[in-house]
Each structure stands twice: as C-alpha cells, then as structure tokens.
C-alpha cells in the first residue's frame, strides 16, 4: 500500500499562472481533504469531501478549487495563483470506523509551492 | 465553535529528559483527540488517539496523552526523550456530532520539539 500519494512534490509559479495539485489514495477511504501549512498557523483545512462526488468549503477556500475525480482522487485547483498561495499543501484522507464515527487521517507527503 | 491551543510554540529538552506538550481544547460537546508529528520535510503521521476508554492512551515510541474531560486536556508526556524526537507536534480534534463535517479535525498551530545532546 502506498498510502495517499502526492504529485508534485515542488512546484514554483509566477503570479496568475494555474495549476492543478494531485492527490490518490489507496485505502478505499470516503473521505479526503486538503490542507496548508504555514509556518506558526498549523493546519488549515481547505476544502475536504466526504464522500465520492461531493465536495464542501474549509476554513480557507478562496483561489481554490477541487475536483473528487473518483474514489481514489481528488485534486486542487489554483485557477490564478497568487503569493499568499505560497504554502506546503496537504492531502489526507480517513474512513467512517462505525455509525459515522471516524478514524484517525492519513496524510500525504504534501507539495511545497512557491509563488512568485 | 471549537479550537485546540498549543501553548508552547517551541519547547527546547537536553536528550534524556522529560517533556510535556501541553494541548487545550474547547467544545460543547464529546471529542475526539490526536496527536500527529511531522519530522523534518515530511507529512504528518499519527501518534496517538484518544476516541473512547481509557482516558491514558501510549504511542509505541514511549509518549503517552491523557485526556483531561475537566480541563479539557491532552497533553503530551514522555519520560526521557531521544534526539530522534525532535519534530513538530500537532494536537487535533474532532468533535462527536455527526453533522454536515463529518470526521474533519481542527489542529492546534503546532509545538516544535528540540531535543538537545
């Protein structure tokens, strides 16, 4: 197993170009989500979405987007990316243990994007 | 709302120390509670979990939290630690309703853990 897997790894940008960041997970999860990290703010969540062909707003949603591909993916999307963006970005992904009742996430190895 | 507060952002230990990470939290109601760390350059892996029974739970690397319902606590103890352990840790929470974010954490903003030789 492989866990949750995320591409790229780096990436560095100029104001207003898009990107897209990938994330698959092979656990059979429901659940996925993306964070960011800045240094002294902890983790934030973005966007998460709790099942397959749903998706819902985090805490700090402006200047993204998400696709739930399929069970295994779910993607983010910076349309016009911009400085504030610059950020290490996180997929995690959890299931239901019983009756709605979730475990712990596993997260990925995160993307380190730089925007200049 | 709920929120997880760390209260040390940095904690400086000489190896073979002991150390306490201190993590409140506030809620109207039953929690759920973690505790990840993140090594260097890498995602976050889980250390520990409190979801029901003993309000003591251990990791396997010798930390344990205990979960405080007065105080609404979970700190981070171990008894001696190791260079190895140097790392940030995060408390997390989760909150026991079932509506519409289902299974999604708050973390706290992180603790940075230097063990010293």
């Known amino acids: 197993n492989a866990g949750v897997t995320q591409t790229p790894k780096f990436q560095v940008l100029k104001t207003g170009q898009s990107m897209t960041l990938q994330c698959a997970q092979d656990?059979?999860?429901?659940?996925m989500y993306w964070y960011r990290q800045d240094p002294g703010m902890g983790l934030r969540l973005i966007y998460y979405?709790?099942?397959?062909?749903?998706?819902d707003k985090g805490e700090v949603p402006n200047g993204y987007n998400v696709s739930r591909l399929n069970k295994r993916e779910f993607s983010l999307r910076l349309e016009s990316a911009a400085p504030s963006q610059t950020s290490v970005y996180f997929c995690?992904?959890?299931?239901?243990?019983?009756?709605?009742?979730?475990?712990?996430?596993?997260f990925g190895p995160g993307t380190r994007l730089t925007v200049l | 709302a709920q929120s997880v507060t760390q209260l040390d952002s940095q904690v400086p230990v000489f190896e073979e120390a002991p150390v306490e990470l201190r993590c409140n939290y506030s809620?109207?109601?039953?929690?759920?509670l973690f505790w990840y760390v993140q090594y260097p350059n890498q995602g976050l892996q889980l250390l520990l979990k409190?979801?029901?029974?003993?309000?003591l739970v251990e990791s396997i690397n010798g930390f344990e939290a205990e979960f405080n319902k007065s105080q609404t606590s979970f700190h981070l103890r171990k008894p001696s630690v190791h260079i190895s352990d140097t790392a940030e840790y995060f408390c997390?929470?989760?909150?026991?309703?079932?509506?519409?974010?289902?299974?999604?954490?708050?973390f706290g903003k992180g603790t940075k853990l230097s063990v010293k030789p």
């Open positions: 995690a992904s959890s299931e239901a243990i019983r009756g709605g009742i979730y475990n712990e996430q596993f």
């Open positions: 656990m059979n999860h429901n659940s």
């Open positions: 979405s709790a099942s397959e062909g749903t998706t």
């Open positions: 809620s109207s109601v039953s929690v759920y």
């Open positions: 409190y979801l029901s029974g003993s309000t």
């Open positions: 997390a929470v989760r909150t026991m309703n079932y509506g519409g974010s289902q299974g999604n954490l708050i």
